[in-house]
């Protein structure tokens, strides 16, 4: 229950970014509820099909593509309001992220995925709407920019549900571990600006 409640919010959280974007490109209507949509359910359709679920779940329920449209009208219609709560936004996204990379690791765990490949998919699950996202506005993925961590606090959230299922402990606490420790880098990363090791600077 606690993992659908969370599951949703950050499902809403997603496309309510991705109508932003959709928003500041100056799309129509239909255009900012298809980035809405791609962000809120593009990383869950991709993991499913990585997994050979068919259709995708986030698809074949109502309830994740409903939510993302409504974040998405929403959107539209109280934009304004939700660039001033931009900073909350940043911390549910947060959530939303550390919530999608332990989902999708537990999903391709009960799904006989290997330890390497849930970690995988933890990773594209929690990323892959914001790939979507940004490709569709036609620019660099927020995953590849060198401003701050994202990638990797959804590999230590994966990282850590895979660790509790080796060692046969309760699902939940894999759950609740993995997402708070990627929520919280996720946080700290935004808050004092850490990110990975760029390349030397080229000579020209």
């Known amino acids: ?54 259709p995708p779940s986030s698809v074949q329920n109502w309830p994740n593509l409903t939510i993302a449209l409504i974040s998405g009208l929403l959107t539209f219609f109280f934009h304004p309001a939700f660039k001033k709560l931009f900073p909350a936004i940043m911390v549910l996204d947060a959530i939303g992220m550390g919530v999608f990379a332990v989902s999708g690791a537990l999903l391709a765990l009960e799904h006989d995925a290997s330890a390497m490949a849930a970690v995988l998919i933890g990773i594209t699950m929690a990323v892959g709407g914001g790939v979507l996202r940004d490709v569709l506005a036609r620019e660099v993925p927020m995953l590849l920019r060198p401003t701050d961590l994202y990638a990797v606090p959804a590999m230590c959230g994966a990282i850590a549900v895979v660790i509790v299922d080796g060692l046969g402990w309760p699902q939940w606490t894999g759950l609740v571990s993995g ?26």
């Open 179 to 204: 997402a708070a420790a990627a929520t919280l880098l996720r946080i700290a990363s935004l808050q004092f600006k850490w990110h990975l090791p760029m390349a030397p600077q080229r000579r020209s």
């Open 1 to 54: 229950m606690l993992q659908d409640v969370l599951t949703y919010a950050g499902i809403a959280v997603f496309a309510c970014s991705g109508a932003l974007v959709g928003i500041r490109k100056d799309f129509d209507l239909f255009g900012i509820l298809s980035m809405g949509a791609a962000t809120g359910v593009g990383g869950g359709v991709i993991c499913d099909l990585l997994l050979d679920i068919t």
